[in-house]
Every structure is written in C-alpha cells, then in structure tokens.
C-alpha cells in the first residue's frame, strides 16, 4: 500500500509527489475496504466507503491547480514537465478508481446479501486481482521501476480474463434463476468496475513509462477480447 508522506504547503514538484501518496493511499485503502465489505457482505462497510471519495475528488483539483500554478509560474525543464504531467495523469486514473470503489460500495449496499456461489467467489477474485495491479504500478511509480510497471501492463491481460469467466458465469446464473436478474446485473457491473481498476493501473503503467522516457509504451498485447471474442457491458460511472 502506498505510503502518507506528511503535508507541506510548498508548492513544488516534492510537494506535488506527497499530494499524489496521499491521494493513493487513501485509494487504495477504499479498494481494499470495498473489497472486505464484498467478501464479508457487509452493507455497513460498503456505505461507510461511499462519503470518502470527496476526499479523494479534493486531492485530484488540489493537485490538477497545484500543476497549472507551477506551470505559469516557475519554468520547468522539459522532464519536469513530463513529470507533471504524469502526476496529473495518474491523479486522474486514481480518481476514476475512487469513482469505481464508490460504485462498488453502492451496488453492495443494493443487492441481496444472502446471493453466493462460484460467481461471488469470483468477484473477490478480480477485486484482489485488481488491487495487487493497483498496488504494483503505484510501488513501480514510487520507484521509477520500468520492468514492474512493464509486468503490470502485460498483466492487465490476467484481468481480463477472470472478467470474462465471471461474466460468463453471470449470464449464465440470469437465464437459470430469472427471479434474481436484477441482483445479477449488480454484480455484472460489479465485475466490469473491477476490470477498469484494472485498465487505470495500466494507464498508470504507461504514464510512468512516458515519464522516465518520453516515448509512447508500445502495444505489443493482444487484449483478451480479441482472442476470444468476447465483448464487454456498458461501464455506468458517477
């Protein structure tokens, strides 16, 4: 888990570095909580996640003005540069992750508590999965790790297919128990906001790899979708 560097109000790059860990550790920690509330059926856990996402909403404008008054104020070197525009990057990604634990939270907050079996079992899965992508590029971030930031966006892949098995399986679960669709379609888009948490690591991946090298990190993956064919569900954010 990313580590709470202490609050300076100097407005640096440094200063920029320690709004960004703070911002990560706190959505990590939602991920991590909305996770525990999915395997234990928590509903208060779940809700008690949803009210802390302003906090998170508050890290990304401080840190998106911070950029733009460094920018008009101060005159960069064409890294530093890059490196701010990375932070705003990053800040974004783990603000769409916020967005998707909150997300997370409500949908468990809504669906019948007492539903279980293999596709449950298999939204914890990709809840682990997608945080372990989360808390390898933010330690790659901390450590300017090419190679780690590399094996996450490689790794991406993996998600994608737990994705695919657990909507396979949830598809299946509406056309054999049609009393419960509604509960089902949560957990559909359960899954598929795992699978983005997923996506922003790799987004992460690439702004690190930019970053430290100032060129594009090249496609060289073929997403999971292409090799089997399968097709995603509308991702519903707010």
């Avoid at 920690?29 to 949803?50: H, K, P, Y």
């Avoid at 094996?151 to 679960?173: K, P």
Wanted: proline share 2%; glycine share 4%.
């Amino acid at each position: 888990m990313a580590v709470i560097a202490p609050f300076t109000n100097t407005l640096s790059l440094h200063s920029l570095e320690i709004e960004l860990a703070q911002m990560a550790a706190l959505v990590e920690t939602n991920l991590v909580n909305v996770i525990s509330a999915l395997e234990r059926r928590d509903v208060a856990g779940a809700a008690a996640i949803i009210p802390t996402d302003k906090r998170i909403d508050a890290y990304h404008s401080t840190i998106e003005m911070a950029v733009y008054k460094l920018l008009e104020h101060e005159r960069p070197t064409a890294k530093q540069i890059r490196e701010m525009m990375t932070i705003i990057k990053i800040s974004a990604d783990l603000e769409r992750v916020g967005d998707l634990a909150k997300n997370i939270a409500r949908r468990l907050c809504i669906i019948n508590q007492d539903l279980a079996g293999p596709s449950h079992n298999g939204l914890a899965r990709m809840g682990r999965m997608s945080l372990q992508q989360l808390s390898d590029v933010l330690n790659a971030y901390s450590a300017q790790d090419l190679t780690a930031a590399r094996a996450v966006w490689i790794g991406d892949n993996e998600v994608d297919e737990l994705y695919y098995s657990v909507f396979r399986e949830l598809t299946l679960a509406m056309k054999e128990n049609t009393d419960r669709v509604k509960d089902t379609t949560h957990m559909v888009f359960i899954a598929k906001n795992f699978e983005r948490v997923g996506d922003h690591a790799t987004n992460i991946a690439e702004a690190l790899h930019f970053s430290l090298t100032g060129d594009q990190l090249n496609d060289e993956r073929v997403k999971s979708e292409e090799k089997s064919g399968s097709f995603t569900v509308p991702d519903k954010q707010g």
